[in-house]
């Protein structure tokens, strides 16, 4: 089933990002980077530079969900159904749902590698606001969430559940601190 490999690729990428906080700790850097990128919110754009309400504010999932995340999914040309058992099958999307542009009712774009996930290990790490996530890191981190290696549309109970399970771990973690 698919959530066996999408644990191995959160836990993998979580481990990447303790040893860049780890490394950058260790130079004595103080995350202090300046932005030139834009950052994307539900209501607008907000340039990350200089402007301390940006730099100091909370990471949240619009941060790094690139506002063309539907079209992005849907250009892979794949999803996953239900096929017997709870198993999810990977079969071609229908002409008509690229052609439209439009997730089908009853499905989800699912993020393998999924920002709040992200968010939840670099608060982990310490990384707690955008001005705290080095630039670099933070480029990396929105393409990789962004690829089309990364979404998936799968039927919404699977994404429901996928949610749930990993909202549960990420609150054993916080218990666990």
């Known amino acids: 089933m698919m959530f066996s490999s ?6 993998n990428l979580g481990l ?6 780890a490394t950058t700790r260790l130079h004595g ?9 834009t950052v994307w919110t539900s ?3 907000a340039t990350n530079g200089s402007n301390a309400n940006v730099e100091d504010r909370l990471l949240r ?28 099958k990977e079969v071609p999307m229908a002409d008509s749902i690229k052609e ?11 993020f393998v590698a999924s920002p709040e996930r992200i968010i939840s290990v670099l608060n982990q790490a310490g990384i707690k606001t955008i001005g705290q996530l080095p630039e670099e890191t933070y480029h990396e981190l929105r393409a990789t969430i962004n690829s089309s290696a990364n979404l998936s549309i799968i ?11 990993q909202m549960q771990t990420d609150g054993e973690s916080d218990e666990n601190k």
Request: charged share 25%.
């Open 6 to 11: 999408r644990a191995s690729a959160a836990y």
């Open 16 to 21: 990447r990002l303790l040893n860049c906080n």
């Open 29 to 37: 850097a103080t995350s202090q980077t300046q932005f030139s990128t």
């Open 43 to 45: 209501e607008t754009s």
């Open 61 to 88: 999932r619009e941060d790094f969900v690139h506002p063309d995340h539907v079209k992005l999914a849907l250009d892979k040309g794949t999803m996953f159904v239900f096929a017997g058992k709870g198993d999810l």
């Open 100 to 110: 439209f542009g439009v997730v089908p009712s009853g499905y989800s774009i699912d």
């Open 155 to 165: 039927p919404t109970r699977a994404y429901e559940l996928k949610r749930q399970l």
